[in-house]
């Protein structure tokens, strides 16, 4: 098994439409969570953190199920700009090393 | 602040030339990463940087690839020998340290786009 999985899509969904995207990890010791985006040809960008509590901003929900051992991104009233590959990103504890590891991203495409 | 800078943003060269690739960390950050990002293999971590020194650099594929960080403000990756299949994009991001208010923030500079001929 993968140590962050993520469905690469595309998830082609209209304007407004509400989408949501899950990510898996391996590694139950995880500490840090995190969404990026990542637009083509460009680098990622932080989108959100994830808190154990749950995290919301603006359209962005973000959560975060320990038990079950992955993270989720809801997107609602999905905008044409909002088109771009949204990466997870984990962190394990692993001695005095940490090394984020990102999913492979999953694709979004939000059209007129 | 400008972000974080990499040079050169295009490199185009030969099977066997070496290659260097420049990073310049936000100031005050005293972490700093290198990625590399391919179709087949995703965003994969080569090696990281605390205070200059090297953390792990478990992710680097070979011997042929190196990279240093002479201090807080500038880092290089060499690949010496290039080969084709080094043909990626290779992202240098900084964080500050882990642990404050917004621990692991990466803040990724464009990326260099090399292509090994």
């Known amino acids: 098994r993968k140590e962050v999985e993520q469905d690469p899509g595309p998830f082609n969904v209209p304007e407004g439409a509400t989408v949501a995207f899950n990510c898996t990890y391996s590694n139950s010791a995880s500490q840090s969570f995190f969404w990026y985006r990542q637009d083509c040809r460009k680098e990622p960008k932080l989108l959100m953190s994830?808190?154990?509590s749950g995290n919301e901003d603006g359209r962005f929900t973000a959560q975060l199920n320990r038990a079950s051992q992955y993270i989720s991104l809801l997107i609602r009233d999905s905008k044409l700009s909002d088109s771009a590959t949204y990466l997870c990103?984990?962190?394990?504890?692993?001695?005095?090393?940490?090394?984020?590891?990102f999913g492979r991203g999953t694709s979004l495409i939000v059209h007129p | 602040d400008a972000g974080v800078i990499q040079s050169p943003r295009h490199e185009v060269t030969e099977m066997g030339q070496e290659v260097t690739l420049r990073c310049k960390p936000i100031s005050g950050h005293d972490y700093l990463f290198w990625y590399r990002q391919t179709m087949m293999r995703g965003l994969e971590l080569l090696i990281y940087?605390?205070?200059?020194?090297?953390?792990?650099d478990s992710g680097m594929p070979e011997d042929r690839f190196s990279a240093k960080m002479p201090n807080a403000s500038f880092s290089t990756l060499k690949i010496q020998p290039s080969e084709p299949r080094d043909s990626a994009v290779y992202f240098c991001a900084s964080s500050l340290g882990v642990g404050l208010a917004t621990p692991d923030t990466q803040y990724f500079g464009p990326g260099t786009r090399l292509t090994v001929l």
């Open positions: 990103v984990v962190t394990p504890a692993s001695g005095g090393s940490y090394i984020p590891t």
């Open positions: 940087f605390n205070n200059n020194v090297p953390i792990d």
């Open positions: 994830v808190y154990s």
